[in-house]
């Protein structure tokens, strides 16, 4: 004859309740392992604290900025920009760069991407971009305002670039941050028609907004 086992519900609430206690157990270990890397990390973010980079302007060229019709402009501008990573411990993923160029508030050239790129503990890169635009609606005052600068033999542009960036702690990577950067060139602009481009080559600095 065979033998069957049973057992009694008390003895099968104490084995689940076993089960519950096992399973409770991991889940806060694992929850203070979590906790106490995240700590961790945090910590270290705290004491490197990471300065923002730094932009500056090399070298602005315009050749062309010029109405096509009563409100429509063309331009052509090339742009060199040096970034600089300034920190000693953490690196910089530049991820979906933007520049354009503006005059008195007014874009007046199409978003241009730059390529993303790593930036190392300390380094710098030359950064460049051709920015243009073809039949750009301005203001009706553009060719007033630019014709006033050619009088008082100077024009200034604000050259931009936005984007996003994450820092790089060891093999710890951030979130994305986006961040902003304004530089302004000023260029002679004489009354008479220049014969090569106007041209700025002053090494600004930018300001640079994270």
């Known amino acids: 004859m065979s033998q069957v086992l049973s057992k009694s519900p008390k003895h099968c609430a104490k084995q689940g309740l076993s089960i519950n206690k096992s399973y409770k157990k991991l889940f806060f270990a694992f929850s203070a392992f979590f906790t106490t890397v995240i700590a961790f990390i945090f910590l270290i973010w705290l004491i490197l ?63 241009t991407s730059l390529p993303p790129f790593y930036q190392g503990h300390e380094e710098s890169n030359l950064l460049t971009a051709s920015l243009e635009g073809t039949g750009l609606p301005v203001a009706p005052s553009f060719g007033y305002e630019v014709g006033r600068d050619q009088t008082a033999g100077r024009i200034v542009l604000n050259l931009k670039v936005n984007g996003k960036l994450r820092w790089k702690v060891g093999t710890w990577v951030s979130g994305r941050y986006r961040f902003n950067v304004n530089c302004v060139s000023v260029m002679a602009f004489g009354p008479t028609v220049p014969t090569g481009p106007l041209s700025s080559n002053q090494g600004t600095q930018c300001s640079t907004a994270v």
Do not use: M, W
Not at 64 to 77: F, K, M, R, T, V
Not at 94 to 100: I, P, T, V, W
């Open 49 to 111: 604290q990471p300065a923002k980079p730094q932009f500056s302007l090399r070298e602005a060229d315009i050749y062309q900025l010029n109405l096509s019709g009563p409100h429509l402009l063309n331009s052509s501008i090339q742009l060199t920009l040096l970034s600089k990573n300034p920190n000693k411990k953490v690196g910089i993923y530049y991820d979906e760069l933007q520049a354009y160029a503006a005059y008195k508030g007014q874009q007046i050239s199409v978003d």
